[in-house]
C-alpha cells in the first residue's frame, strides 16, 4: 500500500469551548504507569494531560509512590494500588484497572511503569482486554515487544509511541536513517495488528505519524528536547486531545506538532541545554493560545 505523505496538509484543530460546557464535555484521562524512582514519568504525563485540557485527570501509580504523584499537580486525582510498601504494579491489579478504566474516554499506559515479569503481564492484560483508545509508551512498549505476535488483536484503539530504540525492541529491526523509509517501517508496525485502528508515533527529529496509509512528519521540535521525561509529556498531550474527542490520528499529528512548538518555545527563553521536560509544561498555554485556542 502505497503511504500518502500528508505533512503540508492543514493540522486539525481542538474544536473551541462552548460557554455551557463542564468538565465532563471535556474528558476524563487515566494515565496508568509509574514506579519506585519513576514517579515523576507518570505525573509528567498526567500535568500534561492537564494542561491540554482534559476535563479530569487520574494518575494510577503503586501504592509506595501515590503521594509523591500527588504532590507535584492538586489538580491531578490519583489512586494508589497495592500495599503501603508496593513499588511497582502488577498483573493482580489487572480487574480493578480494568474497573476504573470503564468511565474514561482515554488511556495511557507506560511511562515509568517499569519492567518485571508480573508489569508486563498486566500490560498484555490491559492492552488486549480494554476497549478505551489506550496511548501506549515507553516500559508498556518493551512489555509488547516481549511477545512476538503481541501487538495483534487489540480490544479498542490504540497509539504507539516508541522512540527508535523501542522500535527496535517491538519490531526487531533498527531504524533506518533515511525518512521516508523509517516511515516506511512505521507504517509497516502499525499494519502489523491487522486492524485500521493502530497510529503510529515514531519519535525524533521530524516524529513521524502515520496510520498506515498517511503519514506525517512534524515540523516542530529541536534538539533541547532530547532530555529524560519529554516523551512522558508527549504521552499525556496525546491522551488528553483523545479525550476531548478528536479521532486517533488527528489526536496524534497535532499532540506531536504542540509538544515540539512548546519545545520551541521554551529553547527560545531557556536555551536548548538548560530545557527539562517539566518546562515543556508551562509553555504548553502559550502554544494552545497561538493555535488559536482561547
Ligand atoms: N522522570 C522520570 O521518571 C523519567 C522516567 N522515564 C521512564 O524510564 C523508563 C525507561 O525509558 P528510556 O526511554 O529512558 O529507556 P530506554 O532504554 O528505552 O531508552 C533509552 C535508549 O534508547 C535509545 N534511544 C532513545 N531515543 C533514541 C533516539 N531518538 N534515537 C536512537 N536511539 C534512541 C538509546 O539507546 C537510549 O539510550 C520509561 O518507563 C520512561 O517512561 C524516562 O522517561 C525519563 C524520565
Ligand atoms: N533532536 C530532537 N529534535 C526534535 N525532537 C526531539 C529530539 N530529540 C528528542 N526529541 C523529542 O523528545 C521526545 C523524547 O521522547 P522519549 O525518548 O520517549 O523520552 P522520555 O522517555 O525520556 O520521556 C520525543 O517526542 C522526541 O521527538
Ligand atoms: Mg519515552
Redesign the pocket.
Known sequence: MALKDVTSEPLPVLPAREDESHKGTYGRALVVGGSRGKAG?AALAGKAALRSGAGLVTVLVPRAIQETVASFEPAMMTVGLGASNCDELLQEFAPEIKELAKDKNCLALG?GLGTSASTFRLVHSLYHHVEQTMVV??DALNAMAAWSEGLKHPSGSRIL?P?PGEFERLTGEPCADEARVRAEQAAALCRRDMTDQTVVVL?????IVTDGSRVSFNQT???G??????????TGIITALVAQGLETWEAARLA?HV??LA?DLAAEKLGQVSLI?SDLLNFLPEVFLKMGNR
Open positions: 514519568a511511562p509508551d515507553a509511541t522512540h519519535k525524533g527529529h521530524h516524529t521540535g529541536n534538539p528536547m532530547a532530555t529524560g521525561g519529554t516523551g512522558d509529556v508527549l506531536v509538544h515540539g519545545g521536560a
